[in-house]
């Protein structure tokens, strides 16, 4: 009998079996670590622990974090703990801001990364009969293979599409009968704006159930416009390229945050400035260490990605602990007047105010000592039409004060004028 778990033994292992199963995995990982690879043992001396020092899950905190930064030191392949001839496949993170990291996979973890993915796509109620449009970029990226490998799994059909020539996109998504749609949640939208232009609609003209959408940090607006104009129901998905890509935690569609595979992976949560481990309900960054990873394993991860952890119930069922929607990455953090905010919170603002679009940009000036920000917002074309544009930026401008409490200038401009992107869109730029 089907049932709405892909692996139930381990989506509903109780609490304690769960943590037991992540100490065992945890002390052969740190063994592992250390015999195989001279860097991870370099890591341990100088903080001076031993694999035996770790006879606990709090012992975890004895270890050295593992930084992006770190994680170029050992580029490209100096972390992994495997011969490079069992590897399989290697990806890598864009590197838009230095060297990329680079991921790389044994067998059994292209196998546990198809089924973490398998368990992810089942949650959001992807079956075998539907077929995935594949939109995420392929190549060194590794959002499009993940979604590829858990379908696959799972016995549904792909559609490798990639990225880019949306027209194309969307005459493929019809035409092949795609179900479901694999892509950044910015993306998902432009398609639906493209498409109405072409004179389709999004929920009549294709057979779109689902998204798996992620990539992104973006607010519950968005979801609920993507849900409304495809017609769709939005599952995030979570994931990194340095933790193994997406399929780190998924959306079991109760709307309460996302089921980390805690079975895969262990996390903390610190204090983004000093790296104290936070208690459950705290917000603060998330940390991963990889449990089964045999090729690239990584020890407390700081992923610059905020959020809560929580281990309470959830209503689906699953007793996998979840996280909270990310509410934005460290590295996104803009501050004014002495003001954190993120990207996020304005996006939620603007969505707030009729008329409004998802296509905005913020665009950082640089006077010092201050930074000073100007939001530019695109209203739907009917809303420009209908003039009185100031009045709606003073609108705009208020609930972004109220959510903030910063006074920001916003400027409405013309349908179409902000660029469009067909990966993760650019939502901050820094002013010339
Ligand atoms: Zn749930």
């Keep these: 009998m089907e049932t709405r778990f892909w692996d139930e033994r381990i989506e509903t292992l109780p609490q304690e079996e ?30 001076g622990v031993k694999p035996s020092d770790i006879k606990k899950l709090e012992d975890l905190e004895k270890l050295p974090f593992l930084t992006k930064d770190d994680l170029r030191r050992y580029y490209p392949y100096d972390l992994v703990c495997v011969p490079m001839s069992e590897v399989l496949y290697i ?40 077929v995935l449009h594949n939109a995420f970029g392929y190549g060194l990226f590794t959002g499009a293979h993940g979604h590829e490998l858990g379908a696959n799994k799972i016995g549904a059909t792909v559609i ?8 194309r996109q969307l005459a493929v998504m019809r035409d092949f009968g795609a179900t479901a749609l694999a ?29 798996f959408l992620g990539a992104e940090a973006w607010s519950d607006e968005l979801k609920d416009k993507i849900e409304k104009t495809w017609g ?20 079991c569609g109760m709307g309460d945050g996302l089921h980390i595979s805690a079975d895969h992976f262990l996390t903390e949560v610190v204090d983004p400035q000093t790296g104290a481990p936070l208690p459950l309900g705290k917000r603060g960054e998330l940390v991963f260490t990889t449990l089964l990873k045999e090729a690239f394993p990584v020890i407390r991860f700081r992923t610059k990605d905020l959020a809560i952890l929580t281990e309470e119930r959830c209503e689906c069922g699953r ?27 304005i996006e939620e603002a603007i969505m707030r105010v009729d008329g409004t679009t998802e296509n905005y940009q913020v665009v950082k000036e640089q006077e010092v000592p201050l930074t000073t920000l100007r939001v530019l917002v695109e209203p739907t074309p009917e809303r420009f039409g209908a003039g009185r544009l100031e009045e709606l930026a003073e ?19 013309p349908p179409g004028s902000i660029p469009r992107s067909e990966g993760k869109a650019k939502r901050v730029t820094e002013a010339e």
Aim: net charge positive; charged share 30%.
């Design 183 to 211: 892509a950044t949640p910015s993306y998902t939208l432009y398609m639906a704006e493209f498409a109405k232009e072409l004179g389709l609609d999004p929920k009549k003209d294709f057979r779109i159930k689902f998204g």
């Design 232 to 251: 769709m129901r939005a599952c995030e998905q979570y994931g990194l390229t340095e933790v193994i890509g997406p399929g780190v935690s998924f959306d």
């Design 91 to 130: 990806h890598a993170s864009s590197g838009t801001t230095g060297k990329p990291v680079v991921a790389t996979y044994t067998k059994e973890d292209l196998e546990n990364w198809a089924d973490l993915m398998a368990r992810s796509l089942w949650a959001g109620g992807f079956r075998r009969d539907d």
């Design 18 to 47: 769960l943590k037991d199963l992540q100490l065992e995995r945890l002390k052969k990982l740190v063994c592992y670590v250390y015999e195989k690879n001279s860097g991870y043992k370099e890591r341990f001396k100088s903080a």
């Design 160 to 167: 490798p599409m990639g990225s880019g020539n949306t027209r």
């Design 395 to 413: 609108q705009i401008s208020q609930e972004i004060y109220a959510m903030v409490s910063v006074h920001v200038d916003v400027e409405v401009v």
């Design 319 to 345: 007793t996998l602990p979840r996280h909270s929607r990310i509410l934005g990455r460290a590295d996104d953090m803009i501050k004014v007047k002495g003001v954190i905010l993120f990207p996020r919170q």
